[in-house]
């Protein structure tokens, strides 16, 4: 069928898979980061920068961890055994040969990510303060913490979706593209 293809056509077709997967591996990375901090905290107690590192995973992270142990038992061998076979799931979808593999597993992980920020902006730990009070009296608390992971999260996520519907969309046009050649030259045969 790329055979069929203008010259210029087949140059634009390869998506870059590493791309796709990006995402949803640093998004990976960041919940088994959380779970390595936690079982180097327990093993080092004592390390002011294990609880530095700690501190800066866990409130993202460490809620969707308290879900998935609910189901798993707290057992952290599980917890990394469904991490590996999530990320085999994602790396396969992002080689995968249909567009829509890719674009279901970037936005399923887009919306793991985003209720993890959400999730994360409501819990608390002892050195937290979860609500302010203005000068004027007025107390508001926070619903989301814009911390340098958070952030993080949210731009290489919305950039990972905007590549992700460039990729589909251009996959889509070159479907259409090679209808209309092989329509165009059904006619000319007829």
Not at 28 to 51: C, H, K, N, V
Request: aromatic share 10%.
């Amino acid at each position: 069928m790329a055979r069929n293809l203008p010259a210029r056509l087949r140059g634009t077709m390869k998506r870059q898979p590493l791309l796709l997967f990006a995402f949803p591996a640093c998004v990976l990375l960041i919940l088994a980061a959380e779970r390595m901090a936690t079982l180097l905290l327990g093993t080092y107690p004592a390390s002011p920068d294990m609880w530095k590192i700690w501190l800066a995973l866990h409130p993202s992270s460490g809620m969707v961890w308290q879900q998935v142990d609910v189901y798993l038992g707290g057992s952290m061998v599980l917890d990394f055994a469904l991490l590996g076979a999530a990320l085999v799931v994602c790396w396969m979808a992002s080689r995968a040969r249909r567009s829509a593999a890719f674009f279901l597993a970037n936005h399923g992980i887009l919306v793991l990510a985003a209720s993890m920020i959400f999730i994360g902006g409501r819990s608390q730990t002892a050195s937290t303060i979860a609500a302010f009070t203005a000068p004027s009296g007025f107390r508001f608390s926070l619903v989301m913490d814009f911390t340098w992971l958070n952030c993080l999260l949210a731009v290489i996520g919305v950039t990972a979706c905007a590549y992700c519907h460039l990729a589909y969309v251009r996959e889509l046009g070159m479907r259409v593209e090679s209808r209309r050649v092989r329509i165009m030259a059904l006619q000319r045969d007829f």
